[in-house]
């Protein structure tokens, strides 16, 4: 079995591409996998570190604020539509797929065009509520269209052919145990609050967590975990301004970045993120109720979609940033724990969304594909 993959531009299309090609060989140990990324692209240095063959098109995307300098960078990307094209057409005639996989992202629109112009069996999977431009247009010709949530196919071309599989979820966040991690992270009986903004820390989720972090070590109702990332190096100095001396407080651990993060998951009675459709789906396979904080700056506001597909079924909170501050989030926390039953409630109903058998689903289309080719 030879399988191309096209997907980038953001870990949100890489790592699920890296998900499935990974079930895919182990299911397939002799399969051959080759994956095309945009040329400078994360994935430039993700896919080849996972074990992968990877080739490069030149593409980028449009940018959609107006200015002279991308105007400019939005002539070169039409420009790059169809250069792509042909770089894309060469490498899959090179290559002889017997299938080909898109995840998103723009460099995946030249690749899975021209395979299916080629007519090469083709799937797309779209990780997000509210579908990316390129799988919209790709969905109406793809043999299938994969949905990580049932919301997005109102947004795909009515002639597509879609089915739910989910978003594949981290092996070891399936199997991490809340009583083991609880032990392991040496928490007591108190809740535990586990926060983060993303590997690179977000300002304002920072700030507000902060004015958390200080009401947490004045009454000591919570045990925290937060996780500030690589901009947010500052955000201990501010709390030593609000009084926390983080060396006296046990039950708060500030660090930079959350390695352990499925054991951290399994602990927390609440989590309080962004909505990216990874982070969303391993919160529904660990059941944990949440606060969702949707990042403004992505494209088509795709995740405060995210977050609504959640709420709309009762299994989140929403605080969208225009309304965060410090007062907005710690009367949000304590509107949650006032009830136990509200938290648990939320925690049931994010559990009731898991799709935790999403890469088996995934493979099962892709062989079904495969089959009906022949």
């Keep these: ?35 095309i990324g945009a040329k400078g692209g994360m994935e430039e240095r993700l896919v080849p570190a996972a074990g992968f063959e990877f080739k490069s098109i030149t593409i980028s995307g449009f940018q959609r604020k107006l200015s002279w300098k991308n105007i400019k960078k939005n002539v070169k990307t039409v420009l790059y539509i ?4 042909r770089e894309a057409k060469k490498i899959i005639r090179e290559f ?9 992202g723009y ?19 779209e990780q997000n509520a509210f579908p990316g431009m390129t799988n919209k247009m790709l969905s109406r010709h793809a043999d299938k269209t994969m949905l990580a949530v049932a919301d997005a196919q109102k947004y795909m071309d009515p002639a597509a052919r879609c089915v739910l599989t989910g978003n594949p ?15 392991s992270l040496g928490l007591d009986g108190r809740p535990l609050i586990l926060s983060f903004g993303g590997s690179l820390g977000a300002r304002k989720i ?27 190096k500052w955000l201990p100095e501010l709390l030593k301004e609000k009084g926390v001396d983080l060396s ?11 390695n352990n993060m499925p054991e951290c998951l399994a602990a927390a009675d609440l989590v309080i993120c962004r909505a990216g459709a990874i982070t969303l789906s391993e919160l529904q396979a660990q059941g944990r109720a949440a606060i969702l904080i949707p990042s ?23 605080l969208e940033e225009k309304d965060l501050s410090g007062a907005s989030l710690c009367a949000k926390v304590d509107e949650l724990f006032r009830e136990k039953k509200t938290i648990e409630t939320l925690a049931e109903n994010a559990a009731n969304m898991a799709i935790k058998d999403s890469n088996e689903r995934i493979y099962r289309i892709i062989q079904e594909v495969l089959a009906d080719s022949k």
């Design 169 to 183: 979820v981290r092996p070891a966040v399936l199997r991490a145990r809340r009583e083991q991690a609880r032990k």
């Design 206 to 232: 920072n700030e507000a967590v902060a004015a958390l972090l200080a009401k947490s070590a004045k009454d000591g109702r919570f045990q925290h975990i937060h996780g500030y990332g690589q901009y947010g």
């Design 296 to 318: 403004p700056n992505v494209a088509e506001n795709h995740q405060y979609h995210n977050a609504m597909a959640m709420v709309s079924r009762g299994a989140a909170a929403i």
């Design 1 to 35: 079995m030879r399988v191309l993959f096209a997907g980038g531009g953001t870990a949100g299309h890489i790592n699920p591409a890296l998900a499935i090609a990974g079930y895919l060989r182990e299911k397939e140990p002799d399969a051959q996998i080759l994956y």
């Design 248 to 258: 006296q407080h046990r039950e708060i651990d500030v660090r930079e970045y959350i």
């Design 82 to 85: 169809f250069t792509s094209s």
């Design 96 to 104: 002889r797929p017997d299938l080909c996989v898109g995840t998103g």
């Design 107 to 125: 460099v995946a629109g030249p690749v899975i065009r021209e395979a299916i112009r080629l007519k090469i069996p083709s799937v797309i999977h």
